[in-house]
């Protein structure tokens, strides 16, 4: 920064006023730090070129908790296409609280990333969309998708959780649970659609005692299961709407000496990192997670080249994995 500062004749604090934009600096000086940065080969000869094109090579990730498997493979997506555009993904995790999403995306856009990809928190806010907006930063919904003329990318989360809810009712199961857990996420409650919509399509009402809501993850899931599976008209089958309420589901069986399939049909969306290593691996429906994370960036990528594109929404199919759990005896066969 030395030699920058030297051949471009100003301090090495106007250096960084021009490279990081943390200070208005007069076009004649900064024509002559950018000319300066790339005569000298400074390091961050790339953030110049950017400041020339108004870019930071830079893209915002805001998501709810990248430590869970299919946010983690969503979070690799997102990286990997941002890598292969020659971009740096800048990662914020919002543990579904709406006010640090807002923080988050404050602290991204006061960067300068050139683009954010967000999927939003439970009870995300208006501002959340109404933000980047405002300062013409180019928004992608991710995994969590809104009525709103906007880029968004999702899987096919409604449909999927019919299907296995459908084959438990065609295997004669009538009292059915599902850990729904927190209702106001997107996902969730598309997921809980789909449950109600099975049940709707056999003539059946929902039991709304067999509905499992609250905050969604392993523990309060584990408690909720095991108190439903000790009532004398306990189910004769769960369904699981996340890979955490999968596992505190499996824990709770487990603790009570609950059998699955024998005593217990369970079939789940979203599997497990390794199902093959479990005992009786989960039926499931999987969600494409990096490939939507993947999606995202290229609509992203497609909304910094195309400005006034019009708004795409892309749903991905969830992949129906048949395994043991859900009791029928043949996993060999498709689920439809």
Request: aromatic share 2%; charged share 25%.
């Amino acid at each position: 920064m030395i030699d920058v500062a030297h051949l471009a004749g100003v301090s090495t604090s106007t250096v960084s006023h021009v490279v990081n934009g943390t200070k208005p600096v007069s076009e004649p000086i900064r024509s002559r730090v950018l000319g300066a940065i790339e005569a000298t080969g400074y390091t961050q000869h790339a953030a110049a070129r950017s400041l020339r094109r108004d870019r930071t090579e830079s893209i915002g990730l805001v998501i709810s908790d990248s430590g869970q498997p299919a946010f983690a493979d969503m979070v690799r997506g997102v990286e990997q296409a941002a890598s292969e555009a020659g971009l740096v993904m800048l990662l914020v995790n919002s543990s579904e609280d709406p006010q640090k999403e807002l923080r988050a995306i404050e602290a991204l856009q006061s960067r300068r990333v050139d683009g954010l990809i967000l999927a939003r928190a439970a009870r995300s806010t208006a501002a959340a969309i109404d933000w980047p907006k405002a300062q013409g930063v180019p928004l992608v919904l991710l995994d969590r998708l809104a009525d709103l003329p906007l880029d968004q990318v999702g899987v096919e989360s409604e449909s999927a959780v019919r299907t296995l809810v459908r084959h438990l009712l065609e295997l004669g199961h009538r009292r059915i649970a599902i850990t729904a857990g927190n209702l106001d996420v997107p996902t969730l409650r598309e997921r809980y659609s789909g449950y109600e919509r099975a049940h709707a399509d056999a003539g059946l009402a929902v039991d709304p005692s067999l509905v499992l809501t609250g905050v969604g993850d392993e523990d309060e899931t584990q408690v909720l299961v095991r108190e439903l599976l000790q009532r004398p008209d306990r189910p004769t089958a769960i369904v699981g709407a996340s890979s955490p309420m999968t596992v505190g589901t499996l824990r709770a069986a487990a603790q009570l000496g609950v059998s699955i399939p024998d005593d217990l049909a369970f079939v789940s969306f979203d599997s497990l990192p390794t199902p093959d290593l479990l005992r009786c691996p989960p039926t499931s429906a999987e969600q494409p997670a990096r490939d939507a994370g993947r999606e995202a960036m290229r609509l992203l990528l497609r909304r910094l080249a195309e400005p006034k594109a019009a708004p795409t929404t892309v749903r991905l199919a969830a992949r129906l994995s048949h395994r043991e759990s859900c009791g029928c005896g043949h996993p060999e066969r498709p689920l439809v």
